[in-house]
């Protein structure tokens, strides 16, 4: 099976070359992967209609690595996340896989003046991140997409110290003419810089700021910054997390004579606590988050959580295929305006140790319920409830079967649908494979 994936990346990569001979120490990784659900009541929250739809969507990732030289090697990631299940079949045109994206193709410099450095198109962060976050969605994200960087970060090592250095082009404006009269930058950059000390397994603090900065009216830059604090580590078997984040900068891209000073604020508090006996192993697990809302809105702040790019997704439903019905929209990717927690116990059997069942409560709450001075009506959206059965049959191999029900508050959806509108809950039925190679 390698082979046969290492001879098909030699030839999606390098079709120009006279030999695969050329590549040195090339390596092929990747995984593939299919999720298929059904969900229904979510257009219209009434379990006597007939509102139920069901989706089956592939991903393919192709990772390869080779060296250029000693000091240089490279990274090509391949992506193909377009197709669902019952479309017609895709051709092979000009050597390429229709729709097969060069989603990761970057340079890793190794130890020049002192860093490590990674140039070129790239992931960045990690999965469920609360301010920033370019990589694969979460497997349970419907559509299974990615997003990508065009970033030059660099790292230093220092024993238990760690600092990486972030320059960024999120998007890019087509450039004027050479010598063209007032010619300014509007793109939108990314600068950030973060730090991490492995100090125990008790505790790792780290840090970070980041810089987002839109340009596209030149004169009038929308500047964002996020200042971070986090720690996380493990005692005696409990896991915990921690993390705080402020906003700071100024939107001056508003109106002529308006500028808004970002002020909002995050936290998330997160524990996991294992190896209890049951029958097998027993664990509990528990997260709370909240981001702040701008209660104001006819000052000069904005108090709410402003993030760059979160991908922060609680919940298979909420987190997952979002909802949409009339005015009742939630679909969760950050902790703007956002009070969530939840509460989980996950169960390997004794008897079956390729299996693991794990259960989830989620709860959902404006963090604002008055704004300029008018209450919202509500002090909650809803609750979800998720139950998955995860089966390891290899380290190689994963299976899935979940199941999920979202159910809002009464207040919620009369206040934005209108009195006596349906609230039936949002139920989801799920399967899952990766497969790594």
């Known amino acids: 099976m390698n082979k046969v994936i290492g001879m098909l990346a030699v030839v999606a990569f390098a079709s120009s070359m006279a030999s695969a001979e050329l590549l040195k120490n090339f390596k092929a990784d990747g995984s593939v992967e299919a999720v298929g659900v059904v969900v229904q009541n979510r257009a219209d929250f009434d379990k006597k209609a007939a509102d139920k739809f069901g989706d089956v969507k ?25 197709r669902s299940y019952g479309q017609p079949s895709q051709t092979v045109a000009g050597g390429t896989a229709d729709s ?14 002192g860093l490590n450095h990674k140039v070129g198109r790239q992931f960045y962060g990690n999965d469920g991140d ?97 200042f971070g604090l986090k720690a996380n580590g493990k005692y005696s078997g409990l896991e915990y997390g921690l993390e705080y ?24 508090v997160n524990a996991a606590y294992g190896g209890l006996e049951m029958a097998g192993k027993l664990g509990f697990t528990g997260e709370f988050a909240m981001g702040s809302g701008d209660k104001k809105t006819t000052d000069k702040t904005d108090k709410s959580f402003q993030d760059i ?60 319920t008055k704004v300029d001075g008018v209450k919202l009506g509500y002090t909650t959206y809803g609750t979800e409830f998720d139950l998955c059965a995860n089966w390891k049959h290899s380290e190689s191999v994963g299976l899935k079967a979940y199941y999920a029900t979202l159910a809002f508050n009464k ?18 039925l799920g399967i899952a494979m990766n497969v790594k190679f």
């Open 309 to 368: 790019a979160a991908n922060y997704r609680p919940g298979l439903i909420a987190g997952g295929i979002g909802v949409n019905n009339g005015a009742v929209v939630l679909t969760v990717t950050d902790l703007n305006d956002l009070t969530t927690w939840n509460l989980g116990a996950n169960w390997t059997p004794s008897m079956a140790e390729k299996l693991n069942i794990e259960a989830k409560y989620y709860s959902y709450s404006p963090t604002e």
């Open 100 to 113: 097969f994206t060069f989603e990761q193709a970057y340079l890793n410099l190794k130890n020049v003046i």
């Open 130 to 226: 609360i301010v920033l976050y370019y990589g694969p969605a979460n497997w349970y994200t419907r559509g299974l997409g990615v997003s990508t960087l065009d970033a030059w970060t660099a790292t230093w090592n220092k024993n238990k110290l760690t600092v990486n250095g972030l320059t960024a082009k999120v998007s890019e404006t087509a450039a004027p003419a050479i010598g063209t009269v007032g010619a300014l930058n509007d793109d939108k950059d990314l600068y950030g810089l973060t730090a991490s000390y492995d100090y125990s397994d008790v505790v790792k603090p780290a840090a970070y700021f980041y810089q987002y900065r839109d340009n596209t009216v030149a004169s009038k830059p929308n500047n964002l910054e996020v």
């Open 411 to 428: 207040k919620f959806v009369e206040t934005m649908n209108g009195v006596g509108a349906k609230k039936d809950a949002v139920s989801l």
């Open 245 to 268: 984040a402020m906003n700071m900068g100024t939107n001056q891209n508003l109106t002529p004579t308006t500028n808004m000073d970002y002020k909002g604020s995050a936290l998330k």
């Open 58 to 82: 592939n991903r393919v990732i192709v990772n390869a690595t080779f060296d250029l030289n000693e000091d240089v090697n490279a990274v090509v990631t391949a992506v193909k996340c377009d």
